[in-house]
């Protein structure tokens, strides 16, 4: 199959490309369940099939016969191809897909950059995959033509299944790897007719019966053991974690680093009165969750006990799979920075009415100050309401309702206090003031915000968004500021703690502000280059969401220890942000991480906004805020930190924030507010 567009040059598929094609479940945004080994000797048996269709190799029922070793200039098939002509003893096909099983997570990576290169799939944060918005037409006989790549590969599948025609070798093949995968019958209503056609034709090549034995083989006979590969998961004692110094500090991804130091990538800890969990933490375990954890992991289970908090089910929070997958890409347009560099200006105008009720003298809770400032503007751009006067109230609660019914660091008992049952009320009064304005009338003419699209989700699909879902998903964006308010005060703290990087940002935020507000296309990586590099390095140094909690739903092994069924499992994600190998001399502060030719942050080892599926869907839009709030900040008032002897203590639970001490003096003011 070729791609066909104006300008463009063609391009052939390749046999790995239809595989990961025909493999693909847009309704899920990932790929369709194949046991590893499966998969691998399917993957693995497509390049071996390309290189036979590309007549550098051949194959007959004893052996795989080096035809030609000339490169083809593909890198899914040259490393393959180098290492068969390499072997000095001729292999038989089956052979070398045992061998060479181990590359197929490569091949795959691969793959996947090329159909995104191609413009045949589109990638998604928090790898997730579909296809993208492309004109494919393709035909596979003259004049005829078909929709997108996955459409003609499945149109191929079809008539050589369904009809007596003697298929194409490349169709044979194709059929032959899916059916090692075993989920024709996922795409396909395959009757017994037709499953005695398709294994007529997986009969038909030598390398798709190869492919087959091999899986057959291995699960006749396993390459290891399960006893051999499973480890004990080492217990840390109580006492030696009270004991360690990052937890007098708080530092939660510091005290998992060292951790990690002595007892490895996976250990348990057994807190008191609370239930027993396994902690993941480091590289390897974060590139596993991140590409394999929506297999074998889910956040239903811990999430359930907080949802019925808000009168809900199946809140985003608490999706996996397709749900999951659906939720995020309807709301990725709200959550985007191109929604917020559109509202520029007013996210200004709103941030900087806040830091007007600041008064020269007065110092301020840094924590209080910062969920202030980042509401400002999140509330009236995301809801269209003020909510000013309620926001500390609403995280309050929702800091109250993690640490009982999520972390479970609190008794229940700890949300039922007169308290608490006066803040969950005004869950109910924030929804009333957003729907109150989101009538057709008043929004006519109203750029789209964050409830209209919610709203339009509902009215499309009432099941999928029920009206009982509805008061947390619109104070849910409100609730944000207490995250980004608290990494904040994180970056203010450090900014006026360190005054040659203040400095720096300041002469940015003049630069940017020097002819009033700038426009989207001025704030670029280069004009804010330190500001930006700043704030990664916050995040990094105080994660806010320093980890996350999942339950075991299918059993697994990683890194050698087994985790069973139904426990649940903590994912120390920014346990690396404190790990040498990957941040060396990690409790500097060094802004140069980020730049050439270090790039430290790239890889799994860099998580402040999470792995896999659950990543944050509004990184990119935060990144802007979080910029514009220290800019604006730099630019227009010059403050202190009070007591000015106060050393930084973290209160890790139920997100990281600095403790209460802190606080913010306000000296003076640099430039004056415009009216």
Known sequence: MSRAGEGVKTEQLTLPDELVLTLLNEESGYFRQVPGWSLNCAVVGSVLAELSLSARIDTDMESLILLDKTPTGDPCLDPILKTIAAEPVQRNARYWIERLAPRAEAIIDMTLDRLVNLNILQHHDGDFWSLAQTAWRVGFHAGSEV????????????????????????????????????????????DEESEERVEQVTKMDLIGRSIADAVRQNIAKPLFPKSALSKAIPVVPLRRMLRNEHVRSGNIPALFAHLREEYGPVFEIRPPFSE????????????????????????????????????????????????HFRYRKSLQPGYSRKRLEEQLGPALSYTRETMATWEVGQKYPAVQLSRLLVNSAMSPLFVSVESQDIIEDLCIYKSRALQTHVSRTLPKFMLKTPGMRRRKKLINKITDRVLSVHTPAQRAGCPQDFADDLLSMHAADRQFLPESNMSFALSAALLASMYMGDQVSFILYSMLAQPEFHQKIRAEADALFANGDPDPDMITAESIDVTRRFIMECMRLYPIVPMSIRNVMNAVTVEGYELPLGSRILIG???????????????????????????????SGYAPYGLGTHTCLGSRWTELHMALNALLVAHHFELEIAPKNYELKINPFASMSPNKKLKFAVAATRHELPV
């Open 573 to 603: 994600t920014t346990a690396t942000h404190y790990m040498s190998d990957i941040f060396p001399d990690p409790f500097t502060f060094d802004i140069d991480r980020y730049s050439n030719p270090r790039k430290e942050h790239l890889g």
């Open 147 to 190: 929709g997108t790549a996955v459409e003609f590969v499945k149109t191929r599948i079809s008539k050589a299944i369904f009809s007596n025609e003697i298929p194409d070798p490349r169709d044979i093949i194709i059929i032959c790897l899916i059916d090692t995968c075993d989920v024709l019958r996922y795409i396909f209503e395959l």
């Open 276 to 323: 027993n969990m396994i902690v993941l933490v480091g590289p390897e375990t974060n590139h596993w969750v991140h590409r394999h954890g929506r297999t074998y992991l889910r956040s239903r289970d811990y999430m359930e006990d907080f949802e019925k908090l808000y009168g809900g089910v199946g809140l985003l929070p608490g999706l996996d799979g397709a749900d």
